[in-house]
């Protein structure tokens, strides 16, 4: 992944550019992996992950136009592709967030415990899919970007556009958050 | 180093390995000795290890398609005769300030600005005693005062 630049020429990003489709597509094989991957983690859904990759290309070909090879075409593009997976995310927890509040006002139903009780017999995929849902948007989008893409601080910081302090913050408080209920999941299981 | 400052480094540059080999160092000795940094150690790398190991999944069959048909039915959009190019959006825009701006100078000019009425010293003193007299019903020139004369 580190060498993506290397392959994606100026060329190929001018003359698609310039509307060439196969150029894009080419562009396209090269980003999509990444692209669904982690709109897939940021969004935890695979339909919304699914329009979120169409999304992104999208914008993508909208804008290449504008593209001035100030910076580096990988950090553009993951900008564009964080940026829309996030804002995603944050319409889609809103809709869930109602969802949840109206379903914990129903007597009976402790959907906390029974998330933190199954948390140890479910396989690998939706253990993960848990962590990431107890994270705010911003840390999910860091810790996915560091622990599963393997960018650096500076790279997600680039993507994010944000300081890689506040990266660095941001991935201490999510690994903090995550042991905290790992602790309670351990309580619970006792 | 004091456990603190051990686990501190361990929740960031350690975790997220930005560290350099001789604080690695360090703290891999330090995690040698002593239990309690090692059980902190296992539990943050316990809930990071479900993404370390995360699979990638493979992107949709069809999404090229889908966004090969999406283009190519924007671009369609494009070549209607309905359909605007976008530079027209802020020149019209732009237009319409032009427009207002005229419209609003053109309302400006037509209102006439008030009447400014310049009295000279002993006018103003003779018709502000006339209305003082009128108002009090009072005929100060009878009773041989001159209110005039007192402001004159």
């Known amino acids: 992944m580190n060498n993506m630049d290397d392959l994606i020429t100026q060329d190929i990003i001018k003359k698609a550019s310039t509307g060439d489709l196969d150029a894009f597509e080419k562009i396209y094989r090269y980003y999509a992996g990444f692209v669904f991957n982690v709109s897939l983690r940021v969004t935890n859904d695979r339909e919304t992950a699914k329009d979120v990759s169409q999304e992104v290309f999208l914008t993508v070909y909208r804008k290449l136009k504008n593209f001035r090879f100030d910076s580096s075409f990988k950090t553009w593009l993951y900008r564009i592709a964080m940026n829309t997976a996030i804002n995603t995310a944050k319409k889609e927890s809103k809709i869930k967030e109602k969802a949840l509040k109206s379903h914990i006002e129903e007597p009976g139903k402790p959907w906390q415990n029974d998330v933190n009780k199954h948390m140890d017999q479910v396989d690998n995929e939706q253990r993960l899919n848990t962590l990431l849902s107890k994270l705010q948007v911003q840390e999910r989008a860091c810790m996915v970007l560091k622990h599963i893409e393997g960018l650096s601080c500076q790279d997600i910081a680039d993507a994010l556009k944000m300081n890689v302090n506040t990266v660095k913050t941001k991935l201490r408080r999510a690994r903090e958050k995550l042991m905290t209920l790992r602790k309670d999941v351990v309580k619970n299981e006792l | ?152």
């Open chain 2, 1 to 152: 180093m004091n456990c603190e400052q051990i686990q501190d480094i361990l929740l960031n540059d350690y975790l997220n390995k930005e560290i350099s080999p001789e604080q690695k160092k360090v703290v891999d000795e330090h995690l040698d000795q002593c239990p309690t940094c090692m059980e902190f150690f296992n539990h943050a790398t316990e809930v990071i290890l479900p993404m370390e190991t995360a699979q990638k999944h493979s992107v949709p069959d069809d999404d090229w398609q889908n966004i090969k048909n999406r283009i190519e039915t924007q671009k369609e959009k494009g070549t209607s005769i309905f359909h605007f190019p976008k530079p027209i959006l802020p020149l019209a825009f732009a237009a319409l300030l032009l427009i207002s701006f005229f419209a609003a100078r053109e309302f400006a000019e037509t209102i006439k600005p008030p009447i400014v009425c310049v009295m000279e010293h002993e006018d103003a003193i003779l018709y502000l005693t006339d209305e003082f007299e009128e108002f009090m019903g009072t005929d100060f020139e009878n009773e041989e005062y001159f209110l005039e004369e007192f402001f004159l």
